[in-house]
């Protein structure tokens, strides 16, 4: 079959169309054809091979497993002996171990049967944004009616369905982008919007219940001052200038500034930079 693959950690040089043997299968496993698949900042993080600290988890000198790609749809090809939720001919999406190839697996319990309105495309672009928004307003920040929301980063995977998603569990939804996205993040619900080419809301004198953070522009102090005394603030900036933790030393010292002040909780819902699957089941 073909597939996109890498023999080394690099720019997107690396990557190389390349025939290769199906992949195998395990008992709990389903054998996907691909028909379409999402790119994730995870795949680029992978590709890169940063930060440094997630190496011993994907490969120290070349990825693990030489094909990129988590987010996946397409058609069960064939299932493992013990599979009972799924059977050839269905359509499904999920997370897959290499989708950027014709043929994918997946373990059985990483997989969902795709509505039948859902294109592939469409599909293809829930799994990792749509779940780490998903985890983050709904488990993490206990979102309900009434709370106010601030999505910083408004606009990208995980921000667009956040909006979605924060407005249909009742909260009130201020989002931050860019000028030419305000309309964007206007049309698929949120309440009030921030043009952050012409306003910080860190200095605007309001304050929210829940930020999500998908940026890290701001310092840890001024978010926590924009936090309501019980807030909670999810910092899912995924940056790379430090090679060796990405965003992870900033995790860090969030949660200690945190546990001294009066604001009170920070949340980590990173979009993975190591390929991992969020824990909740599509």
Sequence with gaps: MQAIVQDTYGT?????ASD???????????????????????????????????RPVYGFRRPK?????????GTVEAVGAA??????????FGWANGSYAEYSVATEDSLALKPARLSFEA???VPMAGLVALQALRDHANVGPGTTVLINGASGGIGTFAIQIAKALGAEVTAVTSTRNLELVRSIGADHVIDYTTE????????????????????LGDLRHV???TGTLIPNGGRFDNRWLASGGRIVRAAVLFQFSSASEVRSEVED??????????
């Design 123 to 125: 599909a293809a672009a």
């Design 65 to 73: 497993n030489s094909v990129r790609g988590t987010d996946v749809a």
């Design 12 to 16: 997107t040089a690396v990557l190389h």
């Design 273 to 282: 930079p190591n390929g991992m699957r969020p824990t909740s089941r599509l």
């Design 227 to 229: 936090l309501t005394p």
């Design 20 to 54: 290769i043997e199906k992949p195998a299968m395990g008992e709990h496993d389903v054998l996907i054809r691909v028909r379409a698949a999402g790119v994730n900042i995870a795949d680029w993080a992978i590709m890169s091979g940063l930060p440094y600290i997630a």
């Design 200 to 219: 910080d809301f860190t200095q605007a004198g309001r304050q929210y219940d829940v930020i999500l953070d998908n940026v890290s522009n701001h310092s």
């Design 83 to 92: 599979v009972t939720c799924f059977k050839p001919g269905d359509e499904v």
